[in-house]
């Protein structure tokens, strides 16, 4: 990393260690990887890794085009949808949709989470396996309300895609940490009513909103079909707009 470049990038980091000090978390850099610590018992430092683990794995053996996501987007042979993914959160999501052959932005207002995700689309595109993959992947830090609202209509997307916080039934260990990450660093997403209202409006063809298996719907809003698979369940709501009145 060039000079200077790495001390803003320190600087960044000791900012935002400042307000993570407070709820006992703290980011570090060592050797090239951003991790997320805390002195919580039991802590396993978190980075964002597309190239290993469960990622990895799904990547390799998740069905492809068959799993439930696929056809929650609708996906098609020679259709793949351009994706705004409001609520990147972790990118775990996003990175399934890009590896699906999405175009995928993923819009990120926590600044610590858009950082370990920016670490996360860096590693793996040196990586040959992820590379093409995160090359379709760009990531945005904004409130996904104010910039929606900034959209002009020629680019809106195909598709947006949503996954506000939610308490999950899903008690295994991985999802209790990562729950936890996020009710401690960016609470409950108490505006995701007011996201979704304004985001139905936004999508070409279809906003798609996860939620866990048995979850009221977002919004109290019915939609228009489901997509449903063991744990969870995708919501789909058509659009108020038509595709063939965007100009080409
Ligand atoms: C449950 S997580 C999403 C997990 C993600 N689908 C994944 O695969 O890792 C929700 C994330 O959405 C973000 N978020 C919620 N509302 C947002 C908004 N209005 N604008 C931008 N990000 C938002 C939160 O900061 C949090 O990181």
Avoid: W
């Avoid at 379709?136 to 959209?151: G, Q, V």
């Amino acid at each position: 990393m060039p000079d200077d470049i790495g001390k803003m990038h320190v600087e960044k980091i000791e900012f935002l260690n400042t307000s993570l000090a407070e709820k006992g978390y703290q980011l570090v850099f060592e050797e090239e990887r951003l991790t997320l610590q805390s002195r919580q018992h039991n802590f396993k430092p978190l980075a964002i890794d597309f190239t290993a683990g469960q990622v990895r794995h799904r990547r390799l053996y998740g069905g492809g085009k068959n799993q439930p996501i696929a056809r929650a987007l609708g996906l098609k042979p020679g259709y793949s949808p351009v994706v705004y993914d409001l609520t990147a959160g972790l990118g775990k999501d996003a990175f399934v949709m890009a590896t699906l052959g999405c175009q995928v932005s993923l819009i990120e207002r926590s600044p610590v989470i858009a950082l370990l995700l920016q670490h996360g689309l860096k590693l793996a595109s040196t990586f040959d396996e992820t590379q093409a993959i995160v090359q379709r992947m760009r990531l945005i830090r904004a409130d996904s309300r104010e910039f929606l609202k900034n959209l002009s209509f020629d680019d809106h997307p195909d598709v947006i895609y949503l996954d506000p916080m939610y308490p999950h039934r899903d008690k295994s260990a991985l999802v209790k940490k990562e729950m936890r990450i996020f009710r401690d660093l960016v609470g409950n997403d108490t505006d995701a009513v007011d996201l979704f209202q304004i985001a139905v409006t936004k999508a070409s063809r279809r906003l798609v909103v996860k939620r866990p298996k048995g979850a009221d719907f977002l919004g109290g809003e019915t939609p228009a079909f489901q997509v449903k698979s063991k744990n969870t369940r995708y919501d789909c709501y058509l659009p108020v707009e038509k595709p063939s009145q965007k100009s080409i």
